[in-house]
């Protein structure tokens, strides 16, 4: 049996006295799209700042394609083994966050070839032409020398999204990608993590976006206080919610 | 440190000297910068002109060339106009009021950028407020643009201060006898120029110190209401 | 002309006669500002990391360093090292003395170097503070590494976000840099102040040092613009361009 995409083990975070992750366990198989819905502090987007170690979990385990990341405890604090490790594994685990932060001081193209050229150490020209593919792909092939300040939210996002792909991750990690958004962008960012999901990568999207969780996911999970309330197949799922929490939450979205 | 002690009322004098000069020159400065700011927002071409030629000339020559042009050249221009319309005799510009007068006039120009960027940052709402709750012209002013122009003035007019109060000791080089003169003077005259110029840096610090907590503590309690950046 | 000559209150033909001082002047201005700049802002951008860090023993240090350069005038930080170096025995019998501390140009030198990487230090510090919190976790979850989020990241944004800031440096540094016509140095000022002295003049050197001053800040204020037009152009676009803000970057904060 090959192992799973990304698999996370009793992921715990406290922010002093206040625990907001209170041991969360899950798996993506490759292919994989993993809704992750839940009210405002419900912790998902921490939960997913826990995988790529945005934050630092304050316990549990993360491994990418059985990888693990490695972590110890120094001085009562937990921190990585070996930060080389870390940037390698956050390379294959790309983010799209709910604010694009594209560099602001970098065109486009710039942002893109940033990470495969400086990270991945892939040579310029290759990066471009590659760069130049997935901008095709996102719709924004004549913005390559725009700087971000001068694009829509939506393009920024799917700025964003190219910026992320370029680097060829076994994982997407997408923080709310359309809660910035203006209602008429939405679409145009949805769209292209629908064709995203269609090539079979692997996600895991935090979303508001309950038509997108239910159409596009394999599997959907409602996060409540910190701990997964309920977890499946969208189908079942939004079709007999088991828990009252679940259900007063889909009817609050609706 | 005997020394110090030995020249104490020197220069203490001459730091009395170099306050009196800073706090002349900031009332001068103060009210040049509510003028010129007046000038630049106001809708006169003409003022606009001339404000933004005051601050262009300041920003254009440095302090020290234009002190000694109003220290010196200035004493001959009065002297040859007294002369010429025989309104006066021989006057003497004494290098305190050359020094209070050009850095006066050279922070103004300062203050108007501070005062006039104080006065765009009020929010125009409030403004409008204020004019639809029936205010008069000058009510307005004292009850909604005064008291919030003053909170967002604060910042630039400390740093301001600050600068300007280091300018002062510029008026030494043509003579005053403020604390660098007299700090220096001592300094030459027992051969321990180290010591007297080490103490009138000590002193400069405390002052600019002094001045730093003073307006935090201002600035706190003018930025009451407002949330933090 | 003639007539048009003698009713010009100021003496042109002697400005003109000695116009070859005042270019001596002008290099003497120029070269003690820019070296300065370039030395203080070499030495900024370590020191401004260091004062965006955290850390315990450093941060503190360069704080003290700044804090103290920023609160004394430059013209009593220059009087100390070139008049009061001479006073310690230790210092004149050392290597240092003929040839750096008993200079006026050097003991000016580092005088200003140390003045402006004071305020340099600062001005940077608050541009990287600025750096937008989610680019650089965007820079981290790329897998990019430390260093490289510093100088690939943090240091480009923050130097372009500086540039208007540095321009009113680089003004306050050429009006500082006066200070050297009192330790006996021919800069423009100095050899303004020599031509009165020479000739017993009211006006004409004062003037013309002025006037040298002015077309000096108008180069520099020209070569900002375009900097900021050419470095600045990924912001936004706003209503005005970008501030000319004349307030002098020197107070304490």
Not at chain 2, 53 to 63: E, I, L, M, Q
Not at chain 2, 64 to 76: A, D, K, Y
Request: glycine letters at 8%; charged letters at 20%.
């Amino acid at each position: 049996m090959t192992d799973p995409a990304l698999r996370v083990e009793n992921i715990r975070k406290s922010f002093g006295d206040h625990e907001v992750l209170k041991g969360i366990s899950m798996t993506a198989e490759k292919g994989d799209v993993v809704a992750i819905l839940g009210a405002s502090g419900s912790g998902k987007s921490t939960f997913l700042r826990c995988i790529n170690l945005l934050e630092t979990p304050t316990d549990g385990t993360v491994w990418l394609k059985g990888e693990e990341m490695r972590m110890t405890s120094h001085r009562g604090e937990r921190r990585p083994v070996d930060h080389r490790q870390v940037e390698r594994m956050r390379s294959k685990l790309a983010m799209v966050f709910q604010g694009f932060n594209l560099w602001s001081h970098m065109t486009v193209m710039e942002n893109i070839i940033e990470g495969p050229v400086h990270v991945l150490g892939t040579p310029r020209r290759e990066a471009r032409d590659k760069a130049a593919a997935l901008l095709a792909k996102v719709g924004l092939s004549d913005r390559a020398e725009y700087y971000p300040a001068h694009l829509s939210g939506g393009q920024q996002q799917r700025v964003a999204i190219a910026r992320a792909l370029a680097m060829e991750p076994d994982v997407m990690l997408f923080d709310e990608p359309t809660s910035a958004l203006d209602p008429e962008l939405v679409g145009e960012v949805l769209a292209v993590m629908r064709a995203l999901a269609d090539e079979g990568r692997t996600m895991l999207v935090v979303t508001h976006e309950m038509a997108f969780a239910r159409d596009v996911s394999s599997k959907t999970v409602f996060l409540n206080k910190g701990e997964i309330c309920e977890q499946g197949a969208p189908a079942d799922l939004f079709r007999n919610p088991q828990t009252e929490q679940f259900q007063a939450f889909l009817s609050r979205m609706n | 440190m005997d020394l110090l002690l030995e020249y104490r009322e020197q220069l203490l004098a001459g730091l009395v000297t170099t306050v009196q000069l800073a706090l002349a020159s900031l009332v001068l400065s103060v009210t040049m910068g509510l003028l010129g700011a007046w000038a630049k927002l106001s809708a006169s071409r003409a003022a606009n002109a001339v404000a933004g030629a005051y601050t262009t000339v300041v920003r254009g020559v440095p302090d020290l060339v234009l002190i000694m042009l109003v220290f010196f050249g200035g004493q001959v221009t009065v002297n040859r106009i007294g002369a010429a319309t025989g309104l006066w005799n021989y006057v003497e510009i004494s290098q305190f009021a050359a020094g209070a007068l050009t850095i006066g006039i050279i922070f103004g120009a300062y203050f108007t950028e501070t005062f006039r960027g104080a006065i765009l940052a009020i929010p125009r709402g409030q403004i409008e407020a204020g004019i639809s709750t029936g205010m008069s012209g000058p009510l307005l002013f004292r009850r909604i643009i005064w008291p919030q122009m003053v909170r967002y003035a604060l910042p630039g007019f400390g740093n301001n201060w600050l600068v300007q109060l280091k300018t002062t000791a510029l008026v030494s080089v043509i003579g005053l006898q403020d604390l660098v003169y007299n700090a220096f003077a001592a300094g030459r005259s027992t051969g321990a120029l180290f010591t007297f110029m080490a103490a009138a840096f000590v002193i400069y610090l405390a002052l600019t110190a002094v001045s730093d907590l003073g307006l935090r503590a201002l600035e706190r309690r003018y930025s009451r209401g407002v949330a933090r950046a | 002309m003639e007539n048009l000559l003698s009713w010009f209150p100021l003496d042109l033909a002697l400005i003109a006669e000695n116009f070859d001082r005042f270019l001596y002047g002008v290099g003497v201005t120029l070269g003690l500002t820019f070296l300065s700049l370039a030395l203080g802002g070499a030495m900024a951008v370590p020191l401004a990391v260091v004062r965006a860090s955290c850390h315990r023993v450093l941060n503190p240090v360069v704080w003290v360093y700044t804090y103290v350069f920023r609160g004394t005038p430059l013209l009593v930080q220059t009087y100390l090292l070139y008049y009061g170096a001479g006073q310690f025995e230790f210092v004149r019998n050392s290597w240092l003395w003929d040839p750096v501390l008993s200079q006026a140009w050097w003991c000016a030198l580092i005088a200003f170097t140390l003045n402006t990487g004071a305020y340099t230090t600062e001005l940077l510090r608050g541009a990287i503070a600025d750096t937008p919190k989610g680019e650089v976790e965007a820079a981290i979850a790329t897998g990019i590494s430390k260093r490289g989020r510093l100088s690939r990241i943090v240091l480009p944004s923050a130097f372009r976000r500086a540039i208007p800031a540095y321009s009113n440096e680089v003004i306050f540094m050429l009006h500082g840099s006066v200070v050297a016509s009192t330790i006996t140095l021919q800069d423009i000022l100095g050899v303004g102040r020599w031509l009165n002295g020479r000739y017993y003049l009211a006006y004409e050197g004062l003037i013309t040092a002025a006037v040298l001053y002015f077309i000096i800040v108008f180069a520099i204020t020209r070569v900002f613009r375009w900097l900021e037009r050419r470095y600045l152009r990924h912001l936004n676009r706003r209503r005005e361009p970008i501030a000319r803000n004349i307030a002098p970057p020197m107070g304490v904060k």
